[in-house]
């Protein structure tokens, strides 16, 4: 069983900054690309980024590129996404992820957290 806990949500306004983490329990974490979706009121839930068991590759959604840096620390079992250049449209329910496997996707997620608020006010 695969456990998923986000926190570093909150309110910020347009322009500003936010970092998100997850840690991750119950499994090899390093043996796992992680991902971070989201979902904002009446939308379908989006990809965000995701990373792969090293760190080494990466890939973001192109409403993100550029502003928001997907890392992990496998030694402390945790990924986070740093966001800046936060716009309103980034407001949404930010939820992390993990896959089995090695391809660096936005599909095909097995785990899911519970999620975590980011409003940006403009």
């Known amino acids: 069983q695969v456990q998923l806990a986000e926190s570093g949500g909150g309110l910020v306004q347009a322009g500003g900054s936010l970092r998100l983490s997850c840690t991750a329990s119950?499994?090899?974490?390093?043996?796992?690309?992680m991902g971070w979706f989201r979902q904002a009121p009446g939308k379908q839930r989006e990809f965000v980024a995701a990373i792969s068991w090293s760190g080494g590759r990466t890939s973001y959604a192109d409403s993100v590129k550029g502003r928001f840096t997907i890392s992990r620390d496998n030694a402390k079992n945790t990924v986070s996404l740093q966001m800046n250049s936060l716009k309103p449209e980034d407001t949404a329910v930010y939820l992390c992820?993990?896959?089995?496997?090695?391809?660096?996707?936005?599909?095909?997620?097995?785990?899911w957290g519970q999620g975590t608020q980011v409003t940006v006010s403009s």
């Open positions: 992820a993990a896959r089995t496997g090695v391809v660096v996707v936005s599909t095909g997620y097995d785990y």
């Open positions: 119950g499994h090899t974490f390093s043996r796992h690309v």
